[in-house]
């Protein structure tokens, strides 16, 4: 697995550490000091922005990823992709725009009006919008290049630096609430600069003519891995932000915002699976263009195996530190019963590993599409049920629901079709360190001082959890990575 495994772990760092600095802004500050109205317009803003752009980009992230191998060609601008990529993202994004023009006012303002404060700051979305666009185009042509770093590092690190800056600088007074807003949008347009400006410098930016031949033999490949790719990724993208979209047509703005924090903390499960699907993604797509089974097979056990690891941690960690970060932003325990909820719907999505990258990169990447979107509306249709009888506890039901039966078809179709069955002994034995360690915690007695105890608790956890898992040896690449660390460690020690 070398490159993914390479890439993963370096993704992995930029990830783990863009979740401190995402942790101490969105998860810490901004509850204690902005207004859970105003955290419901920021996280509005990127629901929405996220929503449309998705859709902007009319399936040609797929296209890059699936089709680019078969147009590989450094000397002369990969055949011309590129430039009909760029061509068909500016119509997406042009009539996307219109769309949204169109409903702007029920998108934005909810079912009774509740969400003016958005409508105020509603000219942002466009600049936001249009390099969002390109920015999810530009980053899937870098996978392609098998460089998943660069759009890892600018999305999961230096926006969130950079966020937990001006969230500072907001505390302080240094910056008013519209001046905020302004610099978020602005921090959020930056990573598609930076991603042009480093292709460029890599000579990997070549505007070339179509190769006509190579377009005529692929063309309905194109459209075809087009089509469903906007149905896949706009599905997709929509099943992670409509929860937020519909809890603020529901609910209003200001519970919009307690729920979204209690979303980034649950979120915080899933989010190192990010960096190994990305750079996993064109691996997988080399790998069923070879019909390499044996490598899929292994990439799929192993995604399950570290996936389980990290979500049982992160899990952990969370869950036994519940009244602790409820200390700190006692105004967001109205979302307790929500984080628990969404919690174990995204473990779960941990545990199924790489199953919807593998699809999406088979020759059924149609029923992926057709899946991803069934996924959507049965979401949509819990959330229109569950939110008016349960509020934000029904948004979070609606989401582990719909996370929860799609788990289980991707694994049966991948098993079905394919003989592909990840999951092992070893996977028993992980799940049972991890609940000897959570029993752990009650033998802890609660401590007066919130810090000390979370320290105690998230010790002791680590500790219980990780040790038995690292001498187990289940994993490869945590021992490697643990082996690495240590041999540094005594490298380090004979110099002093």
Known sequence: MGIIAKQSIRGSIYTYAGVIFGFIGTGILMPKFFSTEQVGL????????LLFSQFATLGFASVNTRIFPFFRNNENGHNGLLSLGLIVTLVGFTVSSAVFLVFKTSILSGSSGKSDLILQYSAYFFPLFFFTVYFLFFDSYAKSMFDSIIGTFLRDFLVKLLNLAIVVAYVFDFLDFNSFVFAYVGIYILPTLIIIAVLIQRKQLKIKPFDKALMTQYKHEILKVSLFGIMAGFSGVAVVNIDTMMTNYYLGLSISGIYAINFFLGNLVLLPSRSLRKISSIVIAEAWKKNDIVLISDIYYKSTINQLIIGIFLFGGIFINMDNLYYIIPEYALGKQALMILMVGFLLEMISGLSAIIISGSAYYKYFAILTLASFFVLVGLGVFLIPLWGINGTAIAVSISLIIFIF??????????GLQPYKKSHLIIAAFG?????????????????LDFFLRSTVFSLIFLI????SKISDNLNDVVNKIIFRLKKLAQKT
């Not at 920021?42 to 922005?49: A, E, R, Y």
């Not at 078809?409 to 394919?418: D, E, G, P, Q, T």
């Not at 609940?435 to 001082?449: R, S, T, W």
Request: charged share 10%; aromatic share 20%; proline share 5%.
């Open 435 to 451: 609940i000897v360690a959570l029993l752990a915690n009650y033998a802890i007695p609660k401590f007066d001082h919130f810090s």
């Open 409 to 418: 078809i991707r694994f049966y179709f991948l098993y079905s079709r394919f």
């Open 42 to 49: 920021v996280n509005m803003l990127i629901s929405t922005t």
């Open 468 to 471: 038995p898992v690292i001498l």
